[in-house]
């Protein structure tokens, strides 16, 4: 069972335009919810990342907006810049064990000058 | 800054033998490793989480006769796969938590495993 899970597969758009990742999740339990930007032959960075406390992180033109009712968040990246063209990986973790941390499958995101 | 280092960046290993992958932790305390496979195609696959001074927990379908691991300090830990085979091929990744800042955990570059 997939318990974050990540959609769209993948995307695309122009520069300058407005990225929507989405993730939801299964584990009510479940509540940190860090973001991962991966490039080819790269190990994943983690890019920002929010608590279940909060329905909104921002740094810079990244944005997390989180919906603890609908197990539900989406990451936002503005201004979207050819260099943002990545791997995204949506990740939880939570509960008994706040350090195993639990990974989506990825948004591939292509930015088209 | 806190960094994650892990050693080799790329290894080839014959079909049956082992290899023995490092994480170093930089600027911060790794209490707890995290090793994770990334199999073409697919997310990341938790094999173990380590804790110094606790017993490691293995994930299940990955086992401790398979990827032993050692955690013997607050900056270093080692894993290695042993006879290793195809389906073992992968992008290894140690990743600790900085516990100073948050609990996500820092990644290194990873160790591609690929398997003759």
């Known amino acids: 069972q997939q318990q974050v899970r990540q959609s769209p597969q993948s995307l695309t758009v122009w520069e300058g335009e407005t990225a929507i990742l989405n993730c939801s999740y299964e584990n009510s339990a479940f509540d940190y919810f860090p973001w991962y930007q991966q490039f080819p032959g790269e190990g994943p960075a983690l890019l920002i990342a929010i608590r279940s406390v909060s329905d909104k992180k921002e740094d810079g033109r990244f944005t997390i907006f989180f919906n603890k009712r609908e197990k539900k968040l989406s990451l936002h990246i503005t201004d979207s810049q050819p260099g943002d063209s990545a791997t995204y990986f949506c990740?939880?973790?939570?509960?008994?064990?706040?350090?195993?941390?639990?990974f989506g499958k990825g948004t591939h995101l292509h930015v088209l000058p | 800054g806190a960094l994650v280092y892990q050693y080799p960046r790329r290894t080839i290993c014959k079909s049956g033998t082992s290899m023995r992958m490092e994480c170093q932790a930089v600027g911060f305390q790794a209490t707890s490793v995290a090793w994770y496979r990334q199999s073409p195609q697919k997310t990341f696959e938790l094999i173990a989480l380590s804790t110094v001074n606790s017993a490691i927990k293995y994930e299940q379908n990955f086992t401790q006769e398979k990827f032993p691991i050692s955690h013997p300090n607050l900056s270093f830990s080692s894993m290695t796969v042993l006879n290793a085979y195809l389906e073992d091929r992968g992008l290894y990744l140690c990743?600790?938590?900085?516990?100073?800042?948050?609990?996500?955990?820092?990644f290194g570059e990873g160790t591609r495993l690929s398997v003759l």
């Open positions: 990743g600790a938590p900085d516990r100073n800042n948050n609990q996500a955990p820092l």
């Open positions: 990740a939880a973790s939570g509960g008994t064990n706040a350090y195993k941390v639990i």
